[in-house]
């Protein structure tokens, strides 16, 4: 089992910056990839971020130059800098940690970006 808690959400205008937080904690190891996806009201949930074990990491064309995923092994924490925020990443922001068998998801962290 692993547990993860976001933070670092908030209310920005467009232009600023935010940085959410992912702690995770229980069975590290079998963690295998790391992520951060987002849903829009009335969208499907969507990639953003990834980082794998390997440090190599993917991005969605939306955020890309715009967004960097990063982690702290020693914390266990996943980072996700947004910057030259629009109102269009406005929406729930989750955690995820991916192993062998499935995923693990955080409870969501609210970001709103106002025009």
């Known amino acids: 089992q692993v547990q993860l808690v976001e933070s670092g959400g908030g209310l920005v205008q467009a232009g600023g910056s935010l940085r959410l937080s992912c702690a995770a904690s229980g069975r590290i190891s079998s963690i295998n990839r790391r992520g951060w996806y987002r849903q829009a009201p009335g969208k499907q949930r969507e990639l953003v971020a990834r980082?794998?074990?390997?440090?190599?990491?993917n991005y969605a064309d939306s955020v890309k130059g715009r967004f960097t995923i990063s982690r702290d092994n020693a914390k266990n924490t996943v980072y996700l800098q947004m910057n030259s925020l629009k109102p269009e990443d406005t929406g729930a922001y989750y955690c995820?940690?991916?192993?062998?068998?499935?995923?693990?998801w955080g409870q969501g962290t609210q970001v709103t970006v106002s025009s």
């Open positions: 995820n940690a991916d192993y062998a068998l499935g995923s693990w």
């Open positions: 980082i794998y074990s390997g440090g190599s990491t």
